[in-house]
Nanobody, 111 residues
Framework: QVQLVESGGGLVQPGGSLRLSCTAS????????MGWYRQAPGKQREFVAG???????NYADSVKGRFTVSRDNAKNTVYLQMNSLKPEDTAVYYC?????WGQGTQVTVSL
């Protein structure tokens, strides 16, 4: 059974940074791609960033140049480094792999 647990969310001012973590269990982590999605209030869940098992990355246009996705296979963990945060980045952020989703972590960007 795949389990994904996100952490690292919180309240940050515009222009600030946060690093989200997602630790996986129940999968051979190094053999699987990982992704980050987010859902803002009243909006559909949207793709944020993805990372293949080979290390290739892709990003939503809205976060390119500000967010970086990376992985540590030794720790079964994928990270999302978020810099230059904007109020519109406020959302619940989810980790996904093999069609399994984590519970989400809240990110709020506000003064």
């Amino acid at each position: 059974q795949v389990q994904l647990v996100e952490s690292g969310g919180g309240l940050v001012q515009p222009g600030g940074s946060l690093r989200l973590s997602c630790t996986a269990s129940g999968i051979i982590f190094r053999l699987n791609g990982m992704g980050w999605y987010r859902q803002a209030p009243g909006k559909q869940r949207e793709f944020v960033a993805g990372l293949t098992r080979g290390g290739s990355t892709n990003y939503a246009d809205s976060v390119k140049g500000r967010f970086t996705v990376s992985r540590d296979n030794a720790k079964n963990t994928v990270y999302l480094q978020m810099n230059s945060l904007k109020p519109e980045d406020t959302a619940v952020y989810y980790c996904v792999s093999l069609s399994s989703w984590g519970q989400g972590t809240q990110v709020t960007v506000s003064l």
